[in-house]
C-alpha cells in the first residue's frame, strides 16, 4: 500500500485532546515566557526537544522508553503514558530533553506538531512498528482477550504511514530493538541528539526506574525469541481471522520484510 498524502480519518472511538481552561492557558503561557529566555538568561537552561514515542502498541514502546530513562542523559520522563499535547502546554522544561510514550498520540502527531512549530523546543517523533503477526497476538496484564483489534491495528497502520513520510518522525522496529539495540541507539542519538550515559542493551541492569512495566510483563534482557511468539498453537485461528479480515496481510509483511514471500500462509488453510 501507498502511504496516504493527507492525513487519514481519525476514529471516533479515539479520545482527542482536551481543550486548554484559562488556568491552563496561563500555565501554557509562562512556560512559552522561559521558553523564549531560555540559554540567554543565566541559570535558566532551555529544552532542546520534545521527543514523542508513538506507533503500533506491543511493538516494544515501553522497553525503548525504559531504555530512555535509564541511558540517556538529561531526560524528563512520567511515569505513567501521558499526552504529547498535554505536556507540552503544561510540564516544566527540567531538562534538555522531555519524552513522552503513548501509543494513541500517533493519532494527533500533526496537532503535536503544529504547537510546536512557533515555538523554540524541536520536536521529534519515534515510531515504534513491528509485524502484525506479534501485535495482534500480545496479551496485556490489563486485558484478558488480544490487547489491540484488528480495526484498531488498521487505523494505526493508516496513520504510521502518513506520519513516517515527515523528517521529523523516525520508524524503529521491534525486530531491531531486540536484535540490533545498539545500532538502534546511534540511529536515535544521530536523529536526536541526545547524549549516551550508558548502552540502550544494558537498560535491565538498573533498578532505579520508577516506570510503569507492566505491559512488558516484566523488566528483563533483550530477548529476540519474542518475535515468534505469534506461531504458538494457542494463537492459530486468531492468525486465521486475521488473513480473513486483513485482505492484503500477505502483500504488507512481504513489503515491511517481514516474509520473503507468502509460503507461511498454507500452514493456516
Not at 513516517?164 to 544521530?190: M, P
Not at 540502550?200 to 520508577?210: E, R
Request: aromatic letters at 8%; proline letters at 5%.
Amino acid at each position: 500500500m501507498s502511504a496516504p498524502l493527507t492525513k487519514p480519518a481519525v476514529p471516533s472511538d479515539i479520545p482527542k485532546p482536551v481543550g486548554q481552561t484559562a488556568k491552563g492557558a496561563l500555565r501554557t503561557a509562562s512556560l512559552e515566557a522561559v521558553d523564549r529566555i531560555a540559554g540567554i538568561v543565566p541559570g535558566i537552561d532551555s529544552m532542546r526537544a520534545h521527543v514523542c514515542i508513538a506507533g503500533y502498541p506491543r511493538s516494544g514502546s515501553t522497553m525503548l522508553y525504559l531504555m530512555v530513562h535509564q541511558c540517556v542523559q538529561s531526560v524528563r520522563v512520567f511515569r505513567k503514558e501521558m499526552s504529547a499535547i498535554n505536556v507540552a502546554r503544561s510540564a516544566k522544561r527540567q531538562r534538555a530533553f522531555t519524552v513522552t510514550k503513548r501509543p494513541l498520540d500517533t493519532f494527533w502527531i500533526d496537532e503535536i506538531r503544529a504547537y510546536y512549530a512557533n515555538r523554540r523546543p524541536d520536536c521529534r517523533f519515534v515510531l515504534l512498528t513491528r509485524d502484525p503477526r506479534s501485535v495482534l497476538t500480545s496479551l496485556h496484564v490489563k486485558k484478558s482477550d488480544y490487547f489491540v483489534t484488528i480495526d484498531r491495528w488498521k487505523a494505526l497502520r493508516d496513520h504510521i504511514e502518513y506520519a513516517s513520510q515527515a523528517d521529523d518522525a523516525i520508524t524503529v522496529d521491534y525486530r531491531e530493538l531486540v536484535t540490533e539495540c545498539d545500532e538502534v541507539e546511534k540511529r536515535l542519538t544521530n536523529f536526536i541528539g541526545w547524549k549516551i550515559s550508558s548502552p540502550f542493551s544494558s537498560f535491565h541492569q538498573s533498578d532505579k526506574t520508577t516506570l510503569e512495566t507492566r505491559a512488558m510483563n516484566g523488566v528483563r534482557p533483550l530477548d529476540p525469541s519474542t518475535q515468534q511468539k505469534w506461531k504458538a498453537e494457542k494463537h492459530r485461528e486468531r492468525i486465521r481471522q486475521l488473513l480473513r479480515e486483513i485482505n492484503d496481510l500477505p502483500e504488507f509483511l512481504i513489503a515491511k520484510g517481514y516474509e520473503q514471500d507468502d509460503t507461511w500462509v498454507r500452514e493456516y488453510n
